[in-house]
């Protein structure tokens, strides 16, 4: 079991991000206690709706990749899996990828700037012990086997057949931690960072097959917190604005700042007074 701790003042943060430098971060805004992408979720493999549309992975991708060219001309290469998993989730389509962050600041704004009546959560990972398990160490290239089998599998009917094709002796089962081409200006902004995940099995999440510490753990962050940590995380520049750089971003920035109204000036912090050596 993960183990979790509690996140009690704002700057536990601050402590968390400088001590695991290099460590990703993802924030929930509510206590969800498992680390599973959009398109494995109930709602997409609940028995009913998956009687009613089977296959939903591939169908939502194929759907996209046939689409999109009706409404943008500059779109990937058709082969090019993995950049067309990076369209998708960009643009919210149900997709194996998890988002998570090099910042904990961001992965905090993620964790507080909605559902305010209830309680947060953020991950933290060092995502080379995951890849570990892949007999990896540290992260791999775009063009790593592994990484491509689990891009490819998605438009492909036959799982051991594209396994053999990529020269991999087993279909992998554990999610792969890899850094993205900086190719969109919200990865860039936002430090963004994915874990790509075959299809789920009993004992090969996450979770699952990372119990120590030091390699993952949980943080819960209170409600009574998250206004609090909000504001301190506007004035660190951590906002809307900021992590979605278009007009969308600006206005909702713009909106955030007017619900902390009003300003005074503190009094000075008293720090060692500075002398000269």
Request: proline share 7%; glycine share 4%.
């Amino acid at each position: 079991m993960t183990v979790t701790r509690e996140i009690e003042k704002f700057e536990d943060l601050i402590e968390i991000g400088t001590t695991f430098g290099q460590n990703w971060f993802r924030g929930h805004s509510k206590v969800i206690g498992e680390l599973t992408p959009l398109i494995f979720r109930s709602e997409y493999t609940d028995s009913v709706y998956i009687n009613l549309n089977p296959n939903p992975e591939f169908r939502i991708a194929i759907n996209f990749k046939r689409e999109a060219p009706s409404i943008i001309k500059e779109l990937p290469e058709y082969s090019d899996h993995l950049e067309w998993l990076f369209l998708m989730q960009h643009h919210g389509t149900p997709t194996r990828l998890l988002d998570w962050s090099e910042n904990i600041l961001i992965a905090a704004f993620f964790a507080i700037n909605s559902d305010y009546n209830e309680d947060a959560e953020i991950w933290s990972i060092f995502p080379w012990h995951l890849n570990n398990l892949h007999g990896w160490y540290g992260l791999p290239l775009m063009e790593d086997k592994t990484l491509s089998f689990l891009a490819h599998e998605i438009f492909h009917n036959n799982a051991k057949e594209l396994a053999e094709e990529y020269g991999l002796k087993d279909i992998p089962r554990i999610p792969m931690a890899f850094s993205p081409p900086l190719s969109h200006p919200r990865i860039t902004a936002q430090q963004s960072c994915f874990t790509i995940h075959p299809e789920p099995q009993v004992g090969f999440s996450i979770p699952e097959v990372i119990k120590e510490e030091k390699y993952l753990v949980r943080y819960i962050i209170r409600k009574r917190l998250k206004k609090e940590i909000e504001k301190k995380l506007m004035y660190l520049g951590i906002t809307y604005r900021t992590i979605y750089p278009d007009l969308d971003g600006l206005a909702k920035s713009i909106k955030q700042s007017e619900t902390f109204p009003g300003w005074s000036q503190p009094e000075p912090l008293k720090f060692k007074e500075y002398k000269k050596e």
